[in-house]
């Protein structure tokens, strides 16, 4: 077999941004298949799909929320691996994954009961109305069940991605996405159990993909694998430091869906609110296109990053950041053209209501306006992530969010409830810019600093 470290380290950029990049973009495009199908199924049961799917949107930053912190163990430690495995410290990098491992374990035995007794305060409190709770209620309290394969399979999957092996990570993540499109009408319409079949279907999913990441882990084909070790306290903290900044970028994220969910409510009124949370699923149902395999990109090449960085291959870390930064903005363009041409076949798939379908076309093309400055956002936070300067990247994760929170707040009241889809464009642009300005200027310093005074993390 191959040495996966020569690879990242003597391999063509050009080469290892595509082989890395996009297997773990096409993952996370087919990862947005476990929310989207469920919504799409949802939306067409016949009588009640369009409050249904309403219902599913209220739960959706719960379930984003939960995810969040698979993100935090997984981005916060696969990098480090990488570091370690870089520079020629193999057991080190074998602890920090076993320790990974433990972590993902305590935290489903926090999570499930927790987010499982907590639910229907929490969507009360998140937006849902009488209409909508009973269909939020079911699905996610069959989902919360299920925690401990999301995390397990979303976490460790970043320790694959992360060895250069992109491919094998793509398959755990289309197994189970393949599993979820054939489940759901199965448990939705023959066995007729509607909301919850499509929660059903979606835990079955998560535990082929977490089965299948844990096999090829434990493989002895695998360069760094998942042996039983004790979690040492010194890991577990750096692995939670350098896991924070993408891990809030997550976790924010559900905090914003519940505000922008609770807007809508308030200034749209009962009958409106809903109809505009509808409108508001959908759109972030098609956000998810745009923002994870943007992310896929990112976080599928921190690996090259990371590696060339411990190894003090300098040169190849700018010209590999401006490689991902190439492709990332690339997929952008490509997203954005296709936001404002087949932004009506995409809205077709979750609703054959004429209102509904014309309000979220219009609300999309808002929404989605500033996509390319994101990708710019996307790129500098992830890179500068990959070569642990987490004192960057974490300010400018919270910076965004803080913006999108203040104008889903502002907006709503100055202007109609339909405003808050305004505060991404205005974000997302103003972000971009930040984040290049702080990369453009702290680059040169931090790999200068990596020259002088050797690894340090």
């Known amino acids: 077999m191959r040495n996966k470290n020569y690879a990242l380290g003597q391999d063509g950029l050009w080469y290892l941004t595509l082989r890395l990049a996009i297997p773990t973009a096409l993952a996370q495009a087919v990862n947005v298949l476990y929310a989207i199908v469920d919504r799409m199924f949802i939306g067409h049961i016949a009588g009640y799909g369009g409050i249904a799917l309403a219902g599913v949107g209220i739960a959706a930053p719960i379930t984003t929320l939960v995810s969040s912190f698979a993100v935090l ?19 080190k990098a074998e602890g920090i994954l076993a320790t990974a491992f433990w972590l993902l374990i305590a935290f489903s035995a926090i999570l499930t009961p927790l987010f499982f007794f907590l639910r229907a305060s929490l969507l009360v409190a998140f937006g849902a109305s009488f209409s909508t709770l009973p269909y939020a209620d079911e699905y996610l309290a069959y989902y919360i069940v299920g925690t401990p394969f999301a995390l397990l399979s979303t976490g460790l999957n970043s320790y694959v991605v992360n060895q250069g092996q992109s491919e094998k990570g793509m398959l755990s993540v289309l197994i189970g996405s393949i599993m979820n499109i054939i489940l759901d009408p199965i448990f939705i319409f023959a066995f007729g159990l509607g909301v919850k079949g499509a929660a059903i279907a979606t835990v079955i999913s998560q535990i082929a993909s977490a089965a299948v990441t844990i096999g090829v882990l434990l493989s002895a084909n695998t360069q760094i694998r998942l042996r039983i070790r004790k979690a040492r306290k010194s890991v577990i903290a750096r692995i939670v430091k350098f896991g924070l900044s993408p891990f809030l970028i997550i976790a924010t994220d559900s905090v914003v869906m519940i505000v922008l969910n609770a807007m809508l409510q308030r200034y749209g009124g009962q009958k409106t609110g809903d109809i505009l949370i509808t409108c508001s699923t959908i759109i972030q149902s098609y956000h998810l296109l745009v923002m994870n395999p943007m992310g896929g990109i990112t976080g599928g090449c921190q690996g090259m990053i990371s ?3 411990g190894a003090g291959n300098l040169e190849r870390v700018k010209k590999g950041i401006l490689c991902v930064q190439t492709s990332t903005t690339a997929y952008a363009i490509l997203m954005f053209i296709f936001t404002f041409t087949g932004a009506p076949l995409f809205v077709q798939l979750f609703t054959s209501d004429p ?8 609300y999309m093309h808002i929404f989605e306006l500033m996509i390319i400055p994101l990708s710019f956002q ?10 642990a300067q987490v004192k960057f990247s974490l300010p400018l994760s919270l910076f965004r969010k803080c913006m999108f929170f203040l104008g889903t707040i502002l907006l709503p009241p100055l202007f109609g409830a339909a405003a808050a889809f305004l505060a991404e464009p205005i974000c997302d642009v103003t ?3 930040l984040s290049s300005f702080v990369m453009w200027t702290q680059l040169p310093r931090i790999l200068r600093r ?7 993390i």
């Not at 997984?74 to 057991?91: F, I, K, V, Y």
């Not at 209102?355 to 219009?362: K, M, S």
């Not at 996307?378 to 070569?387: K, P, S």
Request: aromatic share 6%; net charge negative; proline share 2%.
């Open 73 to 91: 163990i997984g981005m916060g430690g696969a990098p480090l691996m990488a570091m370690r495995e870089g520079h020629g410290e193999h057991g």
């Open 307 to 309: 590696f060339n960085y």
């Open 355 to 362: 209102e509904i379908q014309e309000l979220t076309i219009r």
């Open 378 to 387: 996307y790129c500098n936070v992830d890179c500068l992530t990959a070569l």
């Open 431 to 433: 972000a971009g810019l």
């Open 450 to 456: 990596r020259e002088l005074q050797g690894l340090e």
